[in-house]
């Protein structure tokens, strides 16, 4: 299992708006609660126009992951979006990874140390490499 994290902290709403909006075709969206709810709970159906509308930037639930060999989800980018009208619900954008390159470029993203599925003893040894001085 792998995870790479970009940041998409310095995109504005706008942008953002626009990634979701040219990109949306290319792959699927989900939506989801933040938090478990019973099962008896509906989960709103947002229309395509009210997710553009409730996207913004600045939201803590909005980040942009590379995903290789994750449980129960497939290969590729997923981008979480949060939603300004609905504070406990989010929307998931997924793309097949061929997109990473062209995102990476078109909105400048900075991607953060690799997330894997280490033993305590890789992961000590990974920790050691990285910081010398430790």
């Not at 708006?17 to 990109?23: C, D, V």
């Not at 803590?60 to 590379?66: E, G, I, S, T």
């Not at 449980?71 to 980018?77: A, K, Q, R, V």
Request: proline share 4%; glycine share 6%.
């Amino acid at each position: 299992m792998t995870e790479r994290f970009y940041s998409i902290d310095h995109l504005s709403t706008l942008q953002l708006r626009e990634l979701y909006t040219l990109y949306a075709c290319y792959g699927w969206t989900d939506t989801e609660f933040y938090t478990l709810v019973p099962k008896d709970v509906k989960r709103p159906e947002l229309p395509f126009n009210e997710i553009i509308l409730n996207i913004y930037a600045g939201h803590k639930h909005n980040y942009f992951v590379l995903m290789n060999g994750c449980e129960d989800e497939e290969d590729g980018i997923m981008i979480g979006l949060g939603m300004s009208g609905y504070p406990e619900f989010a929307v998931y954008l997924h793309l097949p990874d061929k997109f990473l390159n062209e995102l990476v470029l078109k909105y400048e993203l900075n991607s953060s140390k690799e997330a894997k599925n280490y033993t305590i003893e890789e992961y000590l040894i990974e920790e050691a490499k990285d910081n010398p001085e430790n």
